[in-house]
């Protein structure tokens, strides 16, 4: 923990960060992780969840209020026992300022000025949707890759082009995660809901039994996708109770993941680049795996996919983007200016660090 003795030392002149910590919070995780150069020390998270009903944005961030102090201390202990890094190592601090809940966001940028303060460190602030991408081109093997970056509130086909990640394709109105949500919460089940649709997903083709796929608005414009009209559709649907939960599960999986398969095809298509990457808690989805890998192998591109802790929402991916772009990228956050930035969007960031 950060005690009360006086801090010994200073940063370095320079822009070398060896260890950096990152703080996650733009939504229902909070996280701390500590690196040491490429690797990941500690990669610590407490996720809010509830047994039925969503998120409520105040209690959320109660909830990251509340596990801060703990989450904090595990990760230097993991610091400490796996590479004998103390708090006084630390040469850099940064946290997702953007995109992400106001309430959350806030917990996670007080603790970071605290922390950069009391260790008389520098700041660095971090759009939590790059974070994703940086941290799957230090995991995988990819180097340019096209990411699709499917979570509750983001869905965003991405790839770097001229000092930008750009927006290649993107959803017009919810998440594909808070769609898959939504849906859960509506057959009753809690939060998140993901990963309960994609049980019941598998449990349509359980004891030999063959699926049926429902059929349901397939709802691609451009390079765009909408769940809204979908979700209104699949409620009237599960309210007739003409359907099985399991079939309703597997339909909507099946729908939704084949329109973003195809913008993400359409995107690497039109940028050239034969890598594709995912992103986001949605890509835990097996399914979702299963049809990038089969559109990849199809047109001679290379698919790429963490381990789920890269996948969802951590805090390895702030430190490693903080550290990319202090290092590389000469960015950094005054305390006095340190802020939120709740409706940054992927594009509106300059990538001085590629
Ligand atoms: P962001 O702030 O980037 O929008 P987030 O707060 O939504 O992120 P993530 O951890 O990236 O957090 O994603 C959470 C979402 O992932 C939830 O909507 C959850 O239901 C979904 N999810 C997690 N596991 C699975 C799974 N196996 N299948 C489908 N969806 C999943
Ligand atoms: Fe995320």
């Known amino acids: 923990m950060v005690g ?10 320079g822009n070398a960060a060896d260890v950096v910590l990152g703080i996650e919070s733009t939504a229902h995780t909070f996280g ?44 230097l202990e993991m610091a400490k026992e796996k590479a004998g890094i103390g708090i006084d190592d630390i040469r850099l ?9 106001g309430h959350t966001l806030r917990i996670g940028a007080a603790v970071a000025k605290s ?43 991405i790839a770097y082009d001229e000092g930008k990640y750009r927006i290649f394709g993107e959803t017009l109105d919810t998440g594909v995660g808070n769609f898959l949500d939504t849906l859960a919460r509506d057959m009753g089940l809690g939060f998140p ?21 429902i059929s349901i608005p397939y709802s691609v414009k451009g390079m765009d996708v909408a769940f809204a009209g979908l979700q209104t559709n699949m409620l009237h649907k599960l309210k007739s109770g003409e ?43 097996k399914r979702l795996q299963e049809m990038c890998r089969i559109m990849c192998e199809e047109r001679g591109a290379r698919f790429y996919c963490p381990e789920n802790q ?30 939120i930035k709740p409706y940054e969007r992927t594009d509106d960031v300059n990538v001085t660090w590629r």
Not at 93 to 101: D, F, T, V
Not at 245 to 264: G, I, N, P, R, Y
Not at 269 to 281: I, P, Q
């Open 243 to 285: 359907f099985s939960k399991e079939d309703l599960a597997f339909s909507a999986q099946e729908t939704v993941f084949a329109m973003l398969v195809e913008t993400a095809e359409r995107a690497m298509a039109h940028v050239g680049k034969e890598e594709l990457v995912l992103g986001g808690g949605v890509g835990c989805n």
């Open 4 to 13: 009360t003795r006086t801090v010994r030392r200073r940063q370095e002149p």
């Open 310 to 339: 890269y996948l969802v929402d951590n805090a390895a991916m702030i430190a490693w983007t903080g550290k990319l772009m202090f290092e590389r990228g000469g960015v950094r956050t005054a305390v006095e200016d340190a802020a």
């Open 115 to 157: 922390l950069a303060l009391r260790l008389r460190v520098p700041l660095v602030g971090v759009n939590h949707c790059i974070a994703h991408l940086e941290i799957t081109r230090l995991v995988t093997r990819a180097s340019d890759p096209v990411l699709l970056y499917c979570s509750g509130a983001n869905t965003q086909v």
């Open 193 to 213: 809901g993901g990963p309960k649709i994609e049980r019941l997903a598998l449990n349509a083709s359980a004891d030999g039994r063959t699926p049926i796929l």
């Open 93 to 101: 601090i940064a946290y997702s300022e953007a995109p992400g809940i």
């Open 32 to 75: 701390i992780a500590i690196i040491k150069g490429h690797d990941v020390i500690a990669n610590i998270t407490d996720s809010f969840t509830t047994e039925s009903g969503g998120m409520i944005p105040a209690k959320v961030a109660q909830h990251h209020g509340d596990v801060y102090p703990s989450i904090l201390a595990r990760a």
